[in-house]
């Protein structure tokens, strides 16, 4: 099925990959909300483990032959960086910071969440890059780390032509 999005189409993928993240972390025994702040769209708050993570999601739509572009998650040379924005949020919620990338194609769609820790551990690559991403090459590497969590939703479609 090829993909002709909408000109809001940027708004509904943002909400889309957000929901699916409250929705897999309510699953999860989180309590969940999405919030409007700079840096972070949703805390999420595990009350057996007491975890109160804030996450910043990343959400795209890769056309067929693009799946594997990698997804920007930081811009460090505006004037205050995006990573800055994410840990004040968190530091201002006590949260830990997370990131969430949502990645759909016309098949299938991954969803990866990881702590801010653990994205700079083992993949983040240098400090001093102007833009920080994840790269979807490491879909391998990704799937057989622990902490990394990952969903696939695979999709399926019937009589959902319009043309």
């Not at 795209?60 to 811009?75: A, K």
């Not at 505006?78 to 830990?96: G, N, T």
């Amino acid at each position: 099925m090829y993909i002709t999005k909408s000109t809001r189409h940027a708004k509904i993928i943002g909400d889309f990959g957000e929901m699916l993240i409250c929705n897999w972390l309510s699953r999860s025994g989180f309590e969940v909300t999405v919030v409007d702040h700079t840096g972070i769209d949703i805390i999420a708050y595990h009350q057996k483990t007491g975890q109160r993570l804030g996450i910043t999601v990343k959400s795209r739509t890769r056309s067929r032959g693009t799946e594997n572009d990698s997804v920007n998650l930081f811009n460090n040379k505006k004037k205050v960086p995006d990573r800055k924005k994410v840990l004040e949020s968190c530091q201002a919620f006590s949260c830990e910071p997370w990131i969430g990338v949502y990645v759909e194609t016309s098949e299938y769609a991954d969803v990866y969440l990881t702590s801010l820790e653990n994205y700079d551990q083992n993949y983040r690559g240098a400090i001093k890059k102007v833009t920080e991403d994840w790269k979807m090459k490491n879909k391998e590497m990704y799937m057989n780390d622990r902490n990394v969590k990952h969903l696939r939703l695979e999709f399926i479609s019937n009589n959902w032509s319009w043309c």
